[in-house]
């Protein structure tokens, strides 16, 4: 026994002595950047990427036809110009020449072909096959280097809508061809890096492309480390294990912007948060009740008392900074007085002097359904609007559901309100009108339908002109918010923080992670 | 001994099948469609099915499970829904992760309960024991994220002695530089609950007639503690150190994700969020088979320790 406590004595010392050892053992970043994201990548095949961190890794492995600058707007990578034709069903693309993968084939029209029709694919089941099936009528390759595609309509945010999007990476043929169902994890693109290694809930590592047709980038490794903890992800950076973090959340933010040797850069998402109303249930048919819940909120102490510095209100169900937004739609502003008024005039009374207003025998009672966590404070916001409501005689509840149940009851529409929000890459107003307001709209999981904006939409779609498409989408928000169908909140920052030795490096939503020219000093 | 073991074993086959079901019945119960929670807000209902077809989620579920236990038998465990891999792949790559991490903190929590145990009962009723016990309840009360993110702020943001997060690459020594506070974090709480029960049943057998005997013939008191004492008093803390191991080895969700270790037990809970049916099963599944053969070995010790017990 006294052997096994010496034993026990000499693993404390060791242990001891690793943690001094670990003292001297900095490590050496130079050139190598790591970024630390709150999940590990799903798939990196890009017909499948959903999420961000995926989507962040594979947007450094592979290229596009076309991208955006740092304000959004659309600007030619792998194709070198494009021309719609006179009907605007048809659009062809000038590729780039001498671009290589990184497995040394050459990028050209078969391989822009074989990526669109992948998406396509039944077999290949991706979640965007049905968006760009209804769409792309057909490819053909005209040359090498042109490619045509024949739409089913005119389009004119075809560019913005289909060829800005995950699924649409540039990926080798050859490579799906060699790895077939394993592709996933041998992502062969032209991006500036390539895909080196993974390991689970690990790590992710990429190297420098040195033939990356834009001229090698000055890093030499770029890292992504999982770290679901918040906290942990602060201390990795405060303490230099990491370079980069995205998605600063608001408490923290003042932390980090005064804490020496940190840089935090924001920049608006083109992002939309706000409740939206079942119409399906009958309860929500009349609008005079959401206007009245609408002037219900105070979306101004909201955003002070929750959201100060990471979010800008937002009137539309366009964001703000889109070229589209309509500053004059009309306005809720809270006021409990026009509220009170207009549930009066709608028919609901409190007759019973319960506290909580009646019609026809019926109370008015009704539950947000929100997820927690989901979007910035998801959950205390539905709870602070419900406790508003209250106070105007109205019973209002938040059920919080973790995200898989809360989807599950979305598509089943089982729910009164939700809090929800709807996210692009870019401004582009049809990204977010026609699937979430339009009738039938892949995310109109409200049941909305109003004829006239369905086809000022339509004209939206197929009008080329950017003026008349303005005036167009203006009259489309007007109507939309006339409506009251749905109660914006605010509209969300990016925010990201990084350690000052990463230098060159500027953060745009839509531009979130260029690091062509950006590089470590040593 | 070899016939129970043997027994032991066809339970445990019985117990994995038990445990198949259940499992297989409770992840099916939760609402949420995984194709739908893949395919994310964006995808049409069209496309949702079309991914349910090729999960194979669009057939009856009792044709689901013949499909997985006939995998199983074959060694397969169905691949992953959430990543499209390998469920037994990345069982393989999570479970050592786990598996050292419990073995470290097993450890710790042994070395430190035993230690702070028989020094307090031997010091019954002196500042010694009320500190020991007063650090017990400390440990005990204190929630695990919280001791993490204490253990973190000072060795890491304060000292800068050891990294915050992440695992390393294994079987360096960066590795154990990144196993140390995790590992601590996680022992320091099973220590909290052994080091109680190590004292308790210390100070009970440091009264038996035997122990004043041993005293009685003049051996030193070390000898008399450690040898004649702490041996009897060991079968109950091995029982115990035994259900904390196992309960480590499941995977322990909150220190593997305050660390960023990529263990079962994040393994487990991203499955679960995103529905993920193969990879829950499999990870419970592999949690199950530990937790049998961990109390299998704890009875084995048993006959070790006291030569009275004996399997049949």
Redesign the interface.
């Known amino acids: 026994m006294k052997n096994k406590f010496s034993v026990l004595v000499s693993v404390f010392l060791i242990l001891s002595l690793f943690m001094v050892v670990g003292v001297c053992n900095a490590e050496d970043s130079s050139g190598t950047l790591r970024i630390a994201n709150p999940t590990d990548i799903k798939k990196l095949d890009p017909v499948d990427i959903q999420d961000a961190t995926s989507s962040r890794v594979a947007d450094l492995v592979f290229d596009h036809l076309a991208t955006y600058d740092y304000d959004g707007e659309v600007i030619p990578e792998l194709a070198k110009s494009w021309e719609f034709s006179e009907e605007g069903d048809e659009i062809t693309f000038h590729l780039r020449e001498g671009v290589k993968f990184h497995d040394g084939t050459e990028f050209d029209a078969q391989a822009v072909k074989f990526n669109f029709e992948r998406i396509m694919d039944p077999e290949v089941a991706s979640p965007s096959r049905e968006k760009f099936s209804k769409r792309i009528e057909e490819i053909e390759v005209v040359d090498d280097y042109t490619v045509r595609f024949k739409l089913t309509g005119p389009d004119a945010a075809f560019i913005d809508l289909y060829v800005v999007d995950n699924a649409t990476m540039m990926m080798s043929p050859a490579s799906v061809k060699k790895y077939g169902k394993d592709v996933d994890l041998h992502p062969v693109g032209t991006g500036p890096f390539k895909f080196e290694d993974y390991k689970q809930a690990n790590y992710v590592e990429l190297v420098r492309n040195e033939d990356y047709w834009k001229g090698a980038p000055k890093l030499g490794e770029v890292i992504f480390k999982p770290i679901p903890e918040l906290q942990s992800r602060i201390a990795e950076l405060e303490t230099g294990g990491v370079d980069l973090m995205f998605r600063v959340p608001p408490e923290q933010l003042e932390n980090l912007e005064k804490r020496k040797g940190i840089v935090v850069q924001k920049s608006p998402y083109a992002s939309i948060r706000g409740l939206w109303f079942n119409v399906e249930k009958k309860l929500f048919q009349d609008k005079k009740l959401r206007k009245a819940l609408a002037y219900g909120v105070d979306s101004d102490t909201i955003n002070e008392a929750f959201l100060k510095g990471v979010a800008v209100p937002g009137k539309s169900v366009v964001p703000v900074e889109s070229w589209a937004y309509n500053e004059d739609v009309p306005k809720y502003n809270f006021d409990k007085e026009k509220a009170a008024a207009l549930l009066k005039e709608a028919g609901w009374v409190d007759e019973n002097g319960d506290g909580v207003r009646e019609k026809e025998g019926e109370k008015l009672s009704f539950t947000i359904m929100s997820p927690d966590g989901r979007y910035l404070r998801d959950k205390e916001i539905s709870e602070a609007v419900t406790h508003a409501w209250g106070s105007l005689g109205v019973d209002a509840n938040t059920e919080v559901l973790e995200w898989g149940a809360f989807i599950d009851k979305l598509f089943a529409a089982k729910y009164d309100m939700v809090f929800l929000g709807w996210m692009q890459s870019t401004f582009e107003p049809a990204k977010f009108l026609n699937p979430l307001v339009k009738t039938g709209g892949r995310a109109n999981f409200f049941n909305y339908s109003n004829s006239e904006l369905d086809k000022l939409l339509e004209e939206g779609i197929t009008t080329f002109d950017e003026k008349k498409r303005k005036e167009i989408y203006d009259k489309a928000q007007m109507i939309f918010m006339e409506d009251a169908e749905f109660i914006s909140l605010y509209n969300h920052l990016g925010i990201v923080a990084h350690t000052t030795e990463l230098k060159d490096y500027k953060y745009t939503a839509p531009r979130s992670l260029d690091l062509v020219d950006a590089y470590m000093e040593k | 001994m070899l016939t129970y073991i043997v027994r032991r074993l066809f339970i445990l086959v019985v117990v994995v099948l038990a445990v198949t079901i259940i499992a297989f019945s409770m992840v099916h119960l939760?609402?949420?469609?995984p194709a739908?929670?893949?395919?994310?807000?964006?995808?049409?209902?069209?496309?949702?099915k079309?991914?349910s077809?090729?999960l194979g989620l669009n057939k009856p579920l009792y044709i689901q499970y013949i499909d997985y236990m006939n995998g199983l038998l074959h060694g397969d465990f169905g691949t992953s829904i959430?990543?499209?891999?390998s469920v037994a792949h990345?069982l393989l790559?999570?479970y050592p992760a786990t598996f050292e991490l419990a073995v470290v903190s097993i450890?710790i929590a042994l070395?430190v309960s035993i230690?702070g145990g028989v020094t307090a009962a031997t010091h019954h009723n002196t500042f010694i024991d009320n500190l020991t016990m007063l650090g017990a309840l400390f440990g005990v009360s204190m929630p695990s994220f919280w001791r993490g993110?204490m253990l973190?702020?000072l060795?890491?943001?304060l000292l800068?002695?050891?990294?915050?997060?992440?695992?390393g690459d294994p079987y360096t020594?960066?590795w154990?530089?990144h196993l140390?506070l995790p590992s601590v974090a996680l022992g320091v709480g099973s220590a909290a609950y052994l080091v109680r029960l190590v004292r308790s049943n210390m100070l009970e057998i440091l009264n038996e007639e035997y122990i004043k005997t041993a005293r009685s013939k003049g051996l030193r008191e070390?000898?008399v503690i450690?040898?004649h004492a702490?041996k009897n008093a060991f079968i109950p803390i091995v029982t115990m150190a035994g259900m904390q191991f196992g309960y480590l080895l499941g995977g322990t969700v909150v220190i593997e994700?305050?660390?960023?270790w990529?263990?079962l037990g994040?393994?487990m809970i991203?499955s679960i969020?995103?529905?993920d049916f193969p990879s829950i099963q499999g990870a419970v599944l592999m949690l199950a088979v530990s937790f049998a053969l961990v109390n299998l070995i704890v009875d084995l010790t048993y006959a070790f320790l006291d030569p009275r017990i004996r399997y049949s």
């Open positions: 939760i609402p949420g469609n739908q929670i893949m395919a994310g807000i964006n995808a049409s209902p069209e496309d949702v079309m991914m077809k090729k959430r990543t499209g891999r990345q790559t999570r450890f070395s230690i993110l973190m702020f060795f890491s943001l800068g002695w050891l990294p915050v997060s992440g695992r020594l960066e154990l530089r140390i070390t000898f450690y040898r702490l994700t305050v660390f960023a990529p263990g994040r393994l991203n969020f995103a529905r």
